[in-house]
Nanobody
């Protein structure tokens, strides 16, 4: 069983930065594909960024160049550095993990971008 715990959300002004963290349990974290999704009110949950076990990354077009996903296998943690935040980035951000054992979600953390 894998458990994911997000942290780092909050209220930030447009143009500001936040770093989200997702701490994972499990002894084979390095084998997981990790990702961040987000869901705004009334909208579907969409992929924001993904990182493979080998460190390859993929980003949604709307965040490319502003957000950076990274992972620390020793700490079993994945990060999402968010810069130049815009009001349209406001959403609940969810951590996601996928391996041969299954698919797992965190409980979500709220990010609000507003002046």
């Amino acid at each position: 069983q894998v458990q994911l715990a997000e942290s780092g959300g909050g209220l930030v002004q447009p143009g500001g930065s936040l770093r989200l963290s997702c701490a994972a349990s499990g002894s084979i974290f390095k084998a997981y594909i990790m990702a961040w999704y987000r869901q705004a009110p009334g909208k579907q949950r969409d992929l924001v960024a993904l990182i493979t076990s080998g460190g390859s990354t993929n980003y949604a077009g709307s965040v490319k160049g502003r957000f950076t996903i990274s992972r620390d296998n020793a700490e079993k943690t994945v990060y999402l550095q968010m810069n130049s935040l815009k009001p349209e980035d406001t959403a609940v951000y969810y951590c996601y993990a996928s391996s041969d054992l299954g698919v797992y979600w965190g409980q979500g953390t709220q990010v609000t971008v507003s002046s």
